[in-house]
């Protein structure tokens, strides 16, 4: 108003729209990520043997929605449905595709057992294919693919393009996703969890924290030693920050680490505030290579991927690093690029003059 009463009101605009520039031009200077972090993609060979394992009961039932099952084969693909009688043995299965000649491995399924064929698939050195067949498909996710419409994540088989990525190893098991313990793995064990995984979590993990009494853990991962989490959680490459529940995005799957959060806190209000937040005291997180967890039982249960199993202590994680071929379509609604973190570190070395 001064500026406009002295007749001066252009100054004051522009004096705004430079501060402006001068706060977007620090940001992007101070800043990692963005566009030039996308995972590097090349172009895929067309597969002339495909071999996909679909499951009809997974998702609702969107093999059979979509005709899943159908479309691959007009591709060309040999198909193997998961529908008994009694378990099948899907390791099995994949391993006698790839005597048969297979040349692409595929899944129509959820996340386990496409942790399960993927592990499989890297082992003979084969691209692996993830058709988002599953309720929640958070590797799909971070694929970039399209979790509404399973169908388009066949356009690989004749116009595709492979990404390198990892594969976490927990035991002899692989994982594409994460690896949960105490409070966590409790959570992966209900029930409800296979039908809602978010709301599940959020709801269950705070008193879980609270009231935790299964097995005392302890970690050490890049040499740190994290003693006593109720919740512990090693996902193959890091969850955005803030997502502590590991519901989220990953910005990229080749980045040849382990992602590990632990939480040890002392009340229902700060376990809340952890899990919904993203913060607070009682939070540990970090990047390794490996993480070894122990406990106090000579086993424990371990969510792998959404799947239970029960572990010999101490149990081994590590990661592969862009171990996995997977081929995407080459059109997909894509990752969004990773959001840009100010490194304040920098700027505060930056404003006391002690150098970059």
């Not at 690989?156 to 949960?180: H, K, Q, Y």
């Not at 996902?235 to 040890?264: E, K, T």
Request: glycine fraction near 10%.
């Amino acid at each position: 108003m001064a500026f406009a009463l002295a007749s001066l009101l252009w100054v004051a605009i522009v004096a705004v729209a430079l501060m402006l520039l001068s706060v977007a031009a620090g940001r992007s200077a101070l800043t990692t990520g963005g566009h030039s972090a996308a995972m590097p993609a090349a172009p895929a060979p067309r597969p002339q043997h495909p071999f996909l394992i679909m499951n009809p009961r997974s998702g609702g039932g969107k093999v059979a929605r979509f005709g899943l099952k159908e479309k691959a084969e007009r591709l060309g693909a040999e198909i193997a449905l998961l529908q008994g009688p009694g378990t099948v043995d899907v390791a099995a299965v994949a391993r006698q595709a790839v005597a048969d000649g297979a040349d692409l491995l595929g899944v129509a399924g959820g996340d386990g057992t496409q942790a399960l064929v993927a592990g499989i698939a890297a082992e003979h050195g084969l691209p692996f294919l993830v058709i988002s067949a599953g309720t929640r498909n958070h590797f799909a996710l971070d694929l970039g693919l399209d979790r509404d419409d399973p169908a388009t994540c066949l356009d690989a088989l004749s116009d595709g393009e492979e990404l390198r990525v990892d594969l976490g190893i927990i035991g002899d098991r692989t994982f594409v996703n994460n690896a949960s313990f105490g409070a966590y793995a409790e959570v992966v064990r209900s029930p409800a969890y296979r039908d809602d995984k978010r709301g599940t979590t959020l709801q269950m993990l705070p008193d879980l924290l609270k009231g935790h009494h299964g097995a005392r853990l302890s970690a050490h991962a890049a040499g740190t030693a994290i003693d006593g989490p109720q919740a512990l959680l090693v996902s193959n490459d890091p969850y955005a920050m803030s997502d502590v529940a590991g519901l989220g995005r990953r910005p990229r799957l080749d980045a040849g680490q382990l992602g590990v959060v632990a939480i040890l806190v002392n009340s229902a209000p700060q376990a809340v505030e952890l899990v919904r937040r993203g913060r607070g005291k009682g939070l540990t997180v970090l990047v390794a290579e490996e993480v070894t967890v122990d406990a106090d039982a000579p086993e424990i249960p371990v969510g792998i991927d959404g799947e239970t199993v029960m572990m010999p202590t101490p149990v081994r994680c590590a990661i592969r690093p862009r171990a996995l071929r997977v081929v995407v379509p080459r059109n997909r609604p894509g990752v969004p690029a990773p959001r840009h973190q100010l490194e304040w570190p920098r700027l505060r070395r930056l404003a006391s003059f002690r150098g970059s």
